[in-house]
Structure formats: structure tokens, C-alpha cells
């Protein structure tokens, strides 16, 4: 069974700070990567996408692939209490919905 | 990205009743999935729904309980039958990004459905 595995938190980071999530997972074919951000009472939000092993940055989030080591991470640079939310880690292992498994979250608390 | 409206955004319900859930799409998609997020869990796929075949369902999720329709490239709904407490969810409908699942889904504005 394909699983993605995350630390469920909360991870509290002062403001200014660097937030760090990382995920697992347990398929070594899978292809896609992707994290989602969810506020509270809100539907999930892509946020990062990653395809190829090594970083991908966009604004304050970086992205970290590792196919060997079947790791996907998160940075958070410069964190803001709007950060705060439950960050999803997403895994696709093909084109088809049925192989597309999200971890249980990881709750950032940013704290001012 | 796609636009997604969904509705009802939220429902209380008695136990042993109906509630039908529409999902609009502002572009017309393959694919559309119907996802449960239940109190304090991650996402769990109910089904993929396919127009003009029959919605495919995930294990522990049946057609009799969860019955979808998809009567165009842009339209879908999802049925929670019979419901019960357990059925308390917020149920979300999604589609995948421009160029296939790869890129990703986006996701509707979401169903709390609060059975009592």
C-alpha cells in the first residue's frame, strides 16, 4: 500500500524564521510532488510543485526533492503568522487519480 | 487554474436522510474526484468521475452509498445515502491542473456535513 508519511506537528516557529516539513513516502515510481496549504475551515491550496530530484524555489518556499532517499521537503523562509496552517504533502505515483496519496498534514503555528 | 463552485457549503442533516452535493467547474475537465476530509484527517479519495461511464470508487467506498453523477465535462454530483454521525465530513470535489494530474488538483470551496 502506498503510503506518505508526515510529522503531524504542531511545528511552532518564531516570525522570521525558517519553517522545515518534510514527508515521506513509500512508493520509490512515484513521479509527482506537490504540498498543499489549508487554513482551517478552507479547502486544501497548491502551493509547490516538484518533478526532479534537488530544489525548487518560488518566493519564500522551497521545495527539496529526494528520489533516492524517497524524501520531500518544504522551507518556509521568512515565515509569517499568515503561514500558519496545515501544510499537505501530496504524491503521485502515475497520471491516474487513483495513485494520487495525501500525507495527514503537518500544522505550522508561526507565533509573532 | 480551474474555478470550482460548490454547493452546499455546509448542511446539517438527520441520520437516515440524503444530501446531494453539486460541484460546477468554470472549464470542462476530464476528470473530476470527489475527496472526504474527515474531523482532524488528511484527504481520503472516494471516487473518480468520469462523463459518460461510470464513476470509479476506492476501496471501502460503494455506489450505493456514494452515488456520483457526471452528465457533462463540467458537472458533477456526489450523493451521501443513508447518512449517519460518521458521515460528518467536509467532502471536497477536485479536478486536475491544465496538463493532466501531474500538475496537480484544485479543489472546490468544500461541503461540511454535520449528521445528526
Known amino acids: 500500500q502506498k503510503e506518505v508519511e508526515q510529522n503531524s506537528g504542531p511545528l511552532s516557529v518564531p516570525e522570521g524564521a525558517i519553517a522545515s516539513l518534510n514527508c515521506t513516502y513509500s512508493d520509490r515510481v512515484s513521479q509527482s510532488f506537490f504540498w498543499y496549504r489549508q487554513y482551517s475551515g478552507k479547502s486544501p491550496e497548491l502551493i509547490m510543485s516538484?518533478?526532479?530530484?534537488g530544489d525548487k524555489e518560488d518566493g519564500r518556499f522551497t521545495a527539496q526533492l529526494n528520489k533516492a532517499s524517497q524524501y520531500v521537503s518544504l522551507l518556509i523562509r521568512d515565515s509569517q503568522p499568515s503561514d500558519s496552517a496545515t501544510y499537505l504533502c501530496a504524491v503521485n505515483h502515475d497520471n491516474y487519480g487513483q495513485n494520487f496519496v495525501f500525507g495527514p498534514g503537518t500544522r505550522l503555528s508561526v507565533l509573532p | 487554474s480551474a474555478v470550482i463552485s460548490q454547493k452546499p457549503s455546509r448542511d446539517i442533516c438527520q441520520r437516515g436522510t440524503s444530501l446531494t452535493i453539486q460541484c460546477q467547474v468554470d472549464s470542462q475537465v476530464t476528470m473530476m474526484f470527489w475527496y472526504r476530509q474527515q474531523p482532524g484527517q488528511s484527504l481520503t479519495l472516494i471516487a473518480t468521475a468520469n462523463q459518460g461511464s461510470e464513476a470509479t470508487y476506492e476501496s471501502g467506498f460503494v455506489i450505493d452509498k456514494f452515488p456520483i453523477s457526471r452528465p457533462n465535462l463540467t458537472f458533477s454530483t456526489l450523493t451521501v445515502s443513508n447518512m449517519s454521525p460518521e458521515d460528518s465530513s467536509i467532502y471536497l470535489c477536485?479536478?486536475?491542473?491544465?496538463?493532466?494530474?501531474?500538475?496537480?488538483?484544485?479543489f472546490g470551496s468544500g461541503t461540511r456535513l454535520t449528521v445528526v
Open positions: 516538484i518533478y526532479s530530484n
Open positions: 477536485s479536478v486536475t491542473g491544465t496538463g493532466g494530474l501531474s500538475y496537480g488538483y484544485t
